[in-house]
């Protein structure tokens, strides 16, 4: 079980330093954006001026009647794949700025990322998919590399060689 866990954790180390802070702003900067923006924007968060007068329920859960417009598997499950989706973005983003479960992470926005690209955006152009995308590629990076020296997965794969 521990092997399982060091695989997923251990980040892919690069030869310099310079190496290892042009992959690590992309990862804190994406991270950020996610959480902030995108992902508390799914929650209700932060309230906007014209959704004051809104009760809470009308404001935090318009994202899975968006998701329900998907169709197919999307209609079936919305509320649930809504919130996956959601928690994706938030605590993904949250995860991906530590550096922590940096693997893991990636694949759910990885995925996200994947159905806001074709089930959202892909009829409106490609300039309304570049944020999908930006992020796609981030988190696609991330999935193979891992977060790198200056995530919490480095050091966590420091305590477990310890042990």
């Known amino acids: 079980?521990?092997?399982?866990?060091?695989?997923?954790?251990?980040?892919?180390?690069?030869?310099?330093?310079?190496?290892?802070?042009?992959?690590?702003?992309?990862?804190?900067?994406?991270?950020?954006?996610?959480?902030?923006?995108?992902?508390?924007?799914?929650?209700?968060?932060?309230?906007?001026?014209?959704?004051?007068?809104?009760?809470?329920?009308?404001?935090?859960?318009?994202?899975?009647?968006?998701?329900?417009?998907?169709?197919?598997?999307?209609?079936?499950?919305?509320?649930?794949?809504a919130w996956m989706g959601a928690f994706a973005e938030a605590v993904g983003g949250l995860a991906l700025l530590l550096g922590f479960q940096t693997r893991v992470f990636s694949f759910l926005i990885l995925c996200t990322m994947l159905v806001a690209i074709f089930a959202q955006q892909f009829n409106a152009g490609l300039w309304n998919m570049l944020p999908a995308l930006g992020f796609l590629w981030v988190a696609l990076v991330n999935m193979a590399i891992g977060s790198g020296r200056f995530g919490l997965d480095y050091l966590l794969t420091l305590k477990l060689k310890k042990q």
């Open 1 to 81: 079980m521990k092997k399982l866990f060091y695989r997923l954790w251990a980040p892919t180390l690069q030869q310099n330093l310079f190496q290892e802070i042009l992959l690590t702003v992309p990862r804190i900067i994406c991270g950020y954006l996610l959480t902030a923006d995108f992902g508390a924007a799914k929650f209700g968060l932060p309230w906007s001026p014209e959704e004051k007068n809104l009760g809470f329920f009308e404001v935090a859960f318009w994202f899975p009647n968006d998701v329900a417009q998907y169709g197919g598997l999307f209609a079936m499950f919305p509320a649930f794949l």
